[in-house]
């Protein structure tokens, strides 16, 4: 279990960012996480519940998850699919020379003051 070490990286991502704008207090950290990244959405909350209330800046705030969904490119028909769906074979061709476009994503979106 590898989330309590994202949350503490979150954490000084966003105290950072706070300091820079001069932010007393963050409401909620919103994230962006990809449907093939290798974090459990609930975990992540739950080290964050743990880990955030012991700062003063984070107090009480609240972590959203927002899902990227999975898509993969293939280099020979030009055309996306969907990843978690059809792997790594191009399900409009039977290519194998595909491409994750997007899906792996574990990154602040946005904060919320
Ligand atoms: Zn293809």
Redesign the pocket.
């Given at each position: 279990m590898h989330e309590l070490g994202i949350v503490f990286y979150i954490i000084r991502d966003v105290k950072q960012a706070a300091e820079e704008h001069r932010v007393g207090h963050v409401a909620a950290v919103v994230m962006n996480i990809g449907e093939v990244s290798t974090v459990v959405p609930e975990y992540l909350t739950d080290c964050w519940r743990w880990a955030a209330d012991r700062e003063e800046l984070l107090r009480g705030s609240e972590l959203k998850i927002n899902t990227v969904p999975a898509l993969t490119y293939?280099e020979?028909?030009?055309?996306e699919y969907e990843t978690v769906r059809y792997g790594r074979t191009?399900p409009?061709?039977?290519?194998p020379h595909?491409f994750l476009l997007q899906g792996n994503e574990v990154e602040i979106k946005e904060i919320e003051v």
């Open positions: 293939c020979d028909c030009q055309q191009c409009h061709c039977g290519s595909t």
